[in-house]
């Protein structure tokens, strides 16, 4: 099993910036790709960005440019640099692990609020 944590999350102002971690613990020699995904009230689970464990990246069309994903193996963690922040992208943000025995495991979600 894998178990993620997911600290970072908070009110910031329109434009701001905020990193969220995932750090994982557990069968971390399993993790093939690490991802954040996000959901406002409302809308669907949507994938925001993935890296790989060969830390190759992916990010959604509205993130490119303003957020970035990398990885510490060091540290077991997957980060999540969210600059010039918009009002849409205020949702709760999940960290999904999926390993190569094609199990998927999910942090609880840390709440992103962009507001004045």
């Known amino acids: 099993q894998v178990h993620l944590l997911e600290p970072g999350g908070g009110l910031v102002q329109p434009g701001g910036l905020l990193r969220l971690l995932c750090a994982a613990s557990?069968?971390?020699?399993?993790?093939?790709?690490t991802g954040w995904y996000r959901q406002a009230p409302g809308k669907q689970r949507e994938l925001v960005a993935q890296?790989?464990?060969?830390?190759?990246?992916n990010y959604v069309d509205s993130v490119k440019g303003r957020f970035t994903i990398s990885r510490d193996n060091a540290k077991n963690t997957v980060y999540l640099q969210m600059n010039s922040l918009k009002p849409e992208d205020a949702a709760v943000y999940y960290c999904?692990?999926?390993?190569?025995?094609?199990?998927?495991?999910w942090g609880k979600g840390t709440l992103v609020t962009v507001s004045s």
């Open positions: 890296i790989t464990s060969g830390g190759n990246t």
């Open positions: 557990g069968s971390i020699w399993s993790i093939n790709v």
């Open positions: 999904n692990t999926h390993t190569y025995d094609d199990m998927d495991y």
